[in-house]
């Protein structure tokens, strides 16, 4: 009897001190949104109900934590000593850039977390999990040191969790959302796409120049290498560096993939043809349902507006697909006409469109893709997943009080050189500790983030 496989959806969980900083330089809603007022508990709230909606749909779920912060070990290493209000103080003087980078609460953007090649692709037929490094900005290379034991009590006993690729510009690594999986089925050998910018060896390919390439062809090719990835089962492409300048910093906000189906911008890759061929021939006899949109049936600058490539696709235990869309998408008129033309398509297993609000996700520059790490199991590596971490309707009504109580309804940028606002989001941490299992640096008094 053949195992069943499927795929799992790990949904970040968004943290107390979610706010606008627009500290990601290229991504449009970061930076448009840049000083704002947020709203945490409401961001934290939508996103729990996306994860709510999507085990209704019959989907494996997982919950995974936000990360401490303030940074206070970082802004240590930074040179700001004392109280912790002295310290907030004095990086507050130095540049708030460092407060916002030290309260970053990017990690709920959990297709960020790492690259993951299912058991079925893989030479010594084990699951690998890599986290990515995100040395591309300050604030997201911090999230490296919790991101790997994290991992590794979730995922631990039945996947392979390589340390994170070294955090130098020739490696940066975004994780899977710059990585796409191909298949018939789940469980069946699939095809992997690597997403890459930049080739940092070779500066005369062609590279961006408004915007940061935050992917490399040398990160990619060292991922491969560390899932066993044989030739047969994987593919390079890079991004176009025009859609990078127009704010398309991740190729899951050009491109969105399922099974064998594929959705993608004419914009989002060099050389599309000669990509499409081999991916076709790696994938054979599996039939590629390639959907092209075209510039006049959706401008790019809609795509990024609406974020339309940054759908979450999800399969149906009865069958077919769904796309889990943001609101937004209904709202852009080019973008919905896209999606509803996949439902009528008949060659398309698209089922449904559901468009969810993400909104405060959104300002900030993540969708439901973003939110999102999916990892294809087999039964046996899923009974081996930490229970602690299972979206149920119990951990979801303890997460929903956690969030009311601990969560501001409101947060302005000039609030995190509080150190009240510090003390409470620590509050908060040691609470979660009575949820979930958490490793040692996620827990308070042996913590890289304790006062």
Same mark, same amino acid.
């Given at each position: 009897m053949t195992a069943r496989a499927f795929e799992v959806q790990c949904d970040g969980l968004v943290g107390p001190t979610h706010n606008y900083a627009g500290l990601s330089h290229g991504n449009v809603a970061s930076q448009s949104n840049a000083q704002s007022i947020s709203a945490p508990r409401q961001a934290a709230l939508q996103g729990l109900a996306k994860m709510r909606f999507v085990s209704a749909l019959g989907v494996p779920q997982i919950v995974v934590p936000p990360q401490p912060r303030p940074h206070l070990r970082w802004l240590h290493r930074l040179g700001f000593t004392g109280s912790l209000g002295q310290v907030l103080d004095a990086a507050w003087k130095a540049s708030p850039s460092l407060l916002y980078q030290a309260y970053s609460a990017s990690s709920m953007w959990a297709a960020n977390m790492a690259t993951v090649s299912p058991s079925a692709d893989t030479a010594d037929g084990r699951l690998?999990?890599?986290?990515?490094?995100?040395? %591309?900005t300050p604030?997201?290379?911090?999230?490296?040191?919790?991101?790997? &034991?994290?991992?590794?009590?979730?995922?631990?006993?039945?996947?392979d969790i390589?340390?994170?690729?070294?955090? %130098?510009?020739?490696?940066?690594?975004?994780?899977?959302?710059?990585?796409?999986?191909?298949?018939?089925?789940?469980?069946?050998?699939?095809?992997?796409?690597?997403?890459?910018?930049?080739?940092?060896?070779?500066?005369?390919? &062609?590279?961006?120049?408004?915007? &940061?390439?935050?992917?490399?062809?040398?990160?990619?090719?060292?991922?491969?290498?560390?899932?066993?990835?044989?030739?047969?089962?994987?593919?390079?492409?890079?991004?176009?560096?025009?859609?990078?300048?127009?704010?398309?910093?991740?190729?899951?906000?050009?491109?969105?993939?399922?099974?064998n189906l594929l959705v993608y911008h004419a914009q989002a890759f060099v050389e599309e043809a000669a990509f499409l061929q081999a991916l076709q021939a790696k994938l054979a006899p599996v039939e590629l349902i390639a959907i092209r949109l075209s510039e006049d049936e959706l401008p790019l600058d809609a795509a990024v507006r609406s974020y339309l490539f940054n759908s979450q696709i999800v399969s149906l235990p009865e069958g077919g697909m769904a796309i889990i869309a943001p609101s937004e998408c209904a709202d852009t008129p080019a973008a919905r006409i896209a999606l509803d033309r996949l439902v009528q398509a008949p060659d398309v297993p698209v089922r449904a469109v559901h468009y969810l609000d993400v909104r405060e996700s959104m300002r900030n520059g993540g969708g439901p893709a973003c939110l999102r790490l999916r990892v294809p199991m087999t039964d046996a590596e899923w009974a081996g997943v930490h229970p602690a971490f299972v979206f149920t309707p119990a951990l979801d009504a303890q997460l929903q009080a956690w969030i009311s109580k601990h969560y501001r309804e409101t947060l302005r940028p000039d609030d995190l050189r509080d150190p009240q606002f510090a003390s409470e989001a620590f509050s908060a941490w040691e609470a979660l500790g009575d949820i979930f299992p958490l490793p040692p640096s996620q827990t308070a008094g042996d913590s890289p983030f304790t006062r």
């Open positions: 690998h999990l890599t986290p990515a490094n995100l040395c %591309t604030h997201r290379v911090q999230e490296q040191d919790i991101t790997y &034991p994290l991992l590794q009590a979730i995922f631990g006993k039945v996947a390589h340390a994170p690729l070294p955090s %130098t510009p020739a490696y940066a690594d975004e994780g899977a959302a710059n990585h796409m999986r191909f298949c018939g089925e789940i469980g069946a050998p699939g095809v992997e796409v690597f997403v890459y910018g930049r080739v940092a060896s070779d500066r005369t390919q &062609p590279q961006p120049v408004r915007y &940061p390439a935050r992917q490399t062809r040398e990160s990619v090719e060292a991922l491969a290498r560390l899932h066993q990835l044989p030739h047969a089962r994987h593919v390079l492409v890079q991004q176009r560096p025009e859609a990078i300048d127009a704010g398309v910093f991740h190729n899951d906000v050009i491109a969105m993939s399922h099974g």
